[in-house]
């Protein structure tokens, strides 16, 4: 905006979705704000570090409590828009991908009533690169970027990025409607471990292991090859490592992923509850994203 004659920088709020695996403190803490993912259990709407924490979610989903997701209310999201709109010029919303969730196309359809305000990103990512994609925006902003500008660039590098993930059961997969019963009675026969792969909007299946060494070293050959053959090289990568309810399992994977690829920048996160609600208890997984930190400007 101008005021007496001088340009003046855009002021940007950058917000995006507990599915990146942001929460309140760490958002405080990085300068961005997120938007709480609520989930329902057994009829009541939770929303995670609210009003039921992780074990006790375990706990219930592992007695068969029946658990489904949601999307944020429209009416809380404008507010959140609005109150934040009364200290910054524009907003950058970055919600989990439009392929996994219509949360996105109704943040664009509400977006349209902010005048040009509010640029919804649909950057069709989820958890560790949903939170890369944050941490690119917050930096671009503060780069002097536009929101519209930073929205495209969202949307151009969307396909940078790739997660492999291990479920330790078909059965949280069927009950969400992610696979057919008859795929998850095939895979609880013969005990295997399915992997899913997410590049781009989708969740597809991507192969099947018959023990954890073995998805392992699927996801680790999967991650590599896309690390050469896509990014041209571990330097121009972040590696992370995601998982429910899996800590020991993860740090160890994080530590030969760190001696494979000969690099320390290698990210650990718990997957939010509003994702596990879909892969259960025990997933475990690698991902990397396109550093995007020399991006040139337009």
């Known amino acids: 905006m101008r005021r007496a004659g001088t340009i003046v920088s855009e002021s940007i709020a950058v917000v995006t979705d507990t599915n990146s695996g942001i929460m309140a403190d760490e958002a405080a803490r990085l300068g961005v704000h997120v938007v709480p993912m609520p989930f329902v259990v057994d009829g009541e709407e939770c929303f995670e570090g609210v009003n039921l924490d992780a074990e006790r979610f375990y706990e219930r989903q592992e007695a068969g409590a029946d658990i489904a997701t949601s999307q944020p209310s429209i009416v809380d999201l404008g507010m959140r828009w609005r109150d934040l709109l009364q200290a910054y010029d524009t907003v950058v919303y970055i919600p989990m991908s439009s392929g996994l969730s219509g949360s996105c196309e109704t943040a664009r359809g509400l977006a349209e009533h902010f005048g040009g305000r509010v640029q919804v990103a649909d950057n069709q990512r989820i958890s560790v690169t949903q939170r890369e994609a944050t941490l690119d925006a917050l930096r671009w902003a503060g780069e002097g970027r536009s929101a519209a500008e930073i929205r495209a660039l969202l949307e151009e590098t969307r396909l940078d990025a790739s997660i492999y993930l291990m479920v330790d059961t078909m059965d949280h997969l069927r009950r969400s409607g992610r696979i057919t019963p008859a795929a998850a009675a095939v895979g609880s026969v013969l005990k295997i471990k399915p992997v899913l792969q997410i590049q781009g909007e989708k969740l597809d299946a991507f192969t099947v292991a018959k023990s954890l060494k073995a998805a392992k070293r699927a996801m680790m050959k999967a991650l590599a090859r896309d690390v050469d053959e896509r990014f041209g090289g571990v330097e121009n990568v972040h590696l ?48 990397c994203a396109k550093r995007q930190e020399m991006y040139p400007a337009s």
Not at 241 to 267: C, K, P, Q, Y
């Open 240 to 287: 992370y490592v995601a998982h429910t309810n899996r800590e020991g399992d993860a740090l160890a994977l994080a530590d030969e992923m760190r001696a494979a690829f000969g690099s320390g920048d290698v990210f650990v996160d718990r997957l939010p509850l509003s994702i596990a609600c879909h892969v259960g208890p025990g997933a475990l997984g690698v991902g």
